[in-house]
């Protein structure tokens, strides 16, 4: 795990922090079922010029899961986390569902900017499972025992034909830990 935990009202979120200090704040949102660790090659090339900040979304990556993990939901948690870093006037930058949230962080008076990048027109056609199916399987059991191969399986869905992971990610098990 790289970067810290910061506590807010709904639970801890893992935030990692790159660039210099005094510099423009960038806030990197990653999409569902992924983890800050998806913004790592972009952070790098932008944390020379730019305050890099990137969180994990509720219920993703090293962060604690919440009753609620809709997009202002996810943005009231990140507000927090910019209020404890002391942060203001960012720009928001988010990928399909953190785009969401980083529209939200605009709403809310907090992102001076916004950068969406793939988000989806709405949500009609996705392959996600019914909103019930979290309820009903104790999805952290699923995580913890679900083959490998199975959620890269699974993670072909929110991408486009032909994507290679390597273009995000060294590790080839990215995937399965986000």
């Not at 939901?73 to 569902?97: M, P, T, W, Y």
């Not at 399987?137 to 199975?150: C, N």
């Not at 486009?160 to 098990?173: K, L, M, Q, T, Y």
């Amino acid at each position: 795990m790289t970067g810290r935990m910061i506590g807010t009202k709904v639970g801890r979120l893992h935030v990692r922090v790159d660039g210099p200090a005094g510099a423009r704040p960038l806030v990197l949102i990653h999409g569902f079922a992924s983890s800050l660790q998806r913004m790592g090659r972009i952070a790098d090339l932008l944390a020379e010029n730019y305050r890099v900040i990137r969180v994990d979304l509720l219920g993703h990556g090293f962060s604690e899961t919440a009753k609620d993990l809709d997009a202002p939901a996810q943005a009231a948690a990140i507000i927090e986390v910019l209020d404890q870093l002391g942060v203001n006037d960012v720009v928001a930058v988010g990928h399909s569902f953190g785009a969401d949230v980083a529209v939200e962080l605009v709403t809310a008076g907090r992102a001076a900017a916004c950068v969406v990048i793939g988000q989806a027109p709405d949500y009609s056609y996705s392959k996600l499972p019914p909103a019930l199916l979290p309820q009903v399987v104790p999805m952290g059991l699923v995580h913890r025992f679900l083959p490998a191969p199975f959620v890269r399986l699974g993670a072909r869905s929110g991408y486009a034909p032909g994507f290679r992971i390597s273009a995000v990610s060294d590790e080839p098990n990215a995937f399965v830990r986000d």
